[in-house]
């Protein structure tokens, strides 16, 4: 195996010497352990853990270590997965009117803050092309309406397929999916919602925030469901705000919060931070190696 850094995500139900034998395994591979992150759910019995592994001089395959590892998980009843630094992941942004978000991220991508390939960028209005052309990106204008849902979904997916993309990112994409496609992506889409949910879900929800005099607004980073607005919270943030704030500033305020929490949201994917289980997002703080 070539020098890189190798990440394994894992859960399965506690028990005792766990540490010891994920570990083990790995020392006895050759590999040095970086860091090793863990969380025990008490009330739920299960373990979870990220492990990340410096794979230099090390001798075994991928395809070994993966078949080997599949024995110990097999034991242990672990779910998991691995992750290889050197394949940089392809990322496809959604959007639809608004720009902040999708600005955003390409700007913090062409700087090395997210380490991704922004492969394309697909809306349902023009209006945005001209900045993917600043970045150089690629950008696919699909119209939509009731009538052609299903077609231009099937679009969009195959343009997905011909870039190879690894995660999508709804970056203010004001458009319900599909239970296809979005049956077709499991933990690998993310949207942003401009309210901190569970609250005001759905439509125009900083018009109903004022409405309702919240003293606080927040943004939710979440992966998307079949549930609208109610799939596993990656990331969320707060701004106080007062009784003076109109719905346009609500929506000033919250744009930089969105900006914010999409883009945390993005990395700790693209990192290999998260574990989902059931419908909870266990994410690990970024490890300092």
């Not at 993966?66 to 009843?77: G, Q, T």
């Not at 309210?195 to 607004?217: H, M, N, T």
């Not at 980073?221 to 705000?241: C, K, M, N, S, W």
Request: hydrophobic letters at 40%; one cysteine or more.
């Amino acid at each position: 195996m070539k020098s890189q850094i190798v990440t394994f995500l894992i859960k399965c139900p506690d028990q005792k010497g766990l540490v010891a034998k994920f570990t083990s395994f790995f020392y006895e591979e050759g590999f040095n352990i970086l860091s090793c992150q863990q969380y025990v759910n008490g009330i739920a019995d299960r373990y979870y853990m990220r492990i990340r592994l410096d794979a230099e001089d090390v001798g075994i395959s991928k395809k070994d270590l993966e078949d080997k590892f599949s024995n110990l998980a097999e034991v242990l009843e672990c779910t998991w997965s691995v992750h290889y630094d050197s394949e940089k992941q392809n990322v496809a942004i959604l959007v639809s009117h608004t720009s902040h978000c999708l600005y955003d991220l390409l700007e913090r991508q062409r700087e090395g803050a997210i380490d991704c390939n922004i492969s394309l960028i697909i809306s349902n209005h023009n209006k945005l092309k001209p900045i993917a052309d600043m970045f150089g990106v690629p950008y696919y204008h699909l119209p939509i309406t009731k009538e052609t849902k299903a077609e231009q979904e099937a679009q969009v997916i195959q343009l997905l397929s011909e870039h190879n993309v690894d995660l999508i990112v709804m970056a203010r994409y004001m458009q319900i999916l599909s239970e296809n496609f979005i049956n077709q992506y499991p933990q690998r889409i993310i949207n942003i919602h401009h309210s901190f949910l569970p609250a005001f879900q759905g439509a125009d929800p900083y018009r109903r925030a004022y409405e309702r005099g919240v003293k606080l607004i927040g943004a939710t980073a979440h992966y998307t469901t079949v549930d609208l607005d109610e799939g596993p919270i990656i990331e969320q943030d707060v701004e106080r705000i007062t009784h003076e704030s109109t719905p346009k500033t609500l929506k000033q305020i919250g744009a930089d919060v969105e900006r914010l929490v999409l883009a945390k949201a993005v990395k700790c994917h693209l990192q290999h931070q998260i574990i989902v289980s059931d419908n909870r997002a266990i994410v690990f703080p970024e490890s300092g190696e």
